[in-house]
DNA sequence: AGGTGCATGTAATTTGTTACATGATTTG
DNA sequence: CAAATCATGTAACAAATTACATGCACCT
């Protein structure tokens, strides 16, 4: 689980905040690559603070807790970023999607294919303005890596789509396999 | 969720299947882009069965069960296929890592890289080897798609990872900025 | 016949999502 | 002051992981 270290890490990073500023700052940041809601959130801080790895330092406006990241806390996210790899978890829904979408009509992949070749470009292009956005200190470098992998990845998914694609429109020509042939009109399954 | 959907796919892709034969096609096939263990698969299964989306066929050896997909399972994998794409969940946890790496002494930030690097280049070995098997039915080439996926993604990071080195050997100049300085011996910690 | 591993499953726990409740502040 | 929206949080639920229990089947 990195959220918890995501949080100790953003308060060691930009200074006391509390879980509004928090939800947000994971916005801009991590939640490019990390996604939490405000329901996870509030409680996990809470769990922090019990653990002793941040502590609340003082009260916002309308009863805010602010929080700070603790010695112990900022010693735990040191310990987390280079312990040795766990076996990572893969979760794409996208290529589930694409091993299964021989049993629909080629068009509807095809289809299926080309939003999300948009999307990919589209977001291609907001990490491409972050990316050359100006970098100086070590944090905004190592920011600066994150995205970086990001445009990488995302330029492969783009170029592998478009190919995917061109792949698809060549089984325009066959009928679909296995399980019924599949509804035209999928509004009267 | 795309656990049950994957489930359904496998099963009328593959035939009747008792529980455990899942989880080895699992690990087989979707594995390589949704995880999954036998104690999610076996309660899942049940509700699907419950849900009418697949059927009890017969039973295996030792009490199994096997399980075939329906036809309204099938239409329910159909329509989720190409269904609208759900804001997609972002979950990598190495760029979390690298986000607060600049927290740690760059050598052990590097070392955490040359790990990943290693990692990815024989994750991309053995994708690749699967890429260059042999393709002939719509499955498979819908298949083949998810490796290619996995081949244009992975190479793209293990260039990435090949770049942060280079990039991370350079802040190997500076002390490490933010939070108290780490410990060099981190068993000491 | 007894030991080993195969196979199925359940239970407890953790993690994550969704929906909602509440009050405080700002804006018109 | 009323309406909108900001901000904090809780509760109910769903999904996923981990650890464990059980018993069958195969091998020697």
Redesign the pocket.
Known sequence: ?S?RHGLIGLLAREGPQ????L?KAFDRSVNFFW??????I??E??RLADAGLIRQTGS??????KYEATAEGIAELRRWITENEPTQ?I?NETLVRVFFSYLVDPAEAEGFLRRLADAYRSYLFTLEEIAAEHVETLAERASWLTVDAGVRVTRARLEWAENAIEEVRRWGAKRPQGGQAPARNPRNA
């Open positions: 689980m959220l509390t879980g509004y500023q939800t996604n939490a809601l405000p329901g996870q509030y409680p801080l809470a916002g406006p309308r009863g805010a807790k978890v979760r």
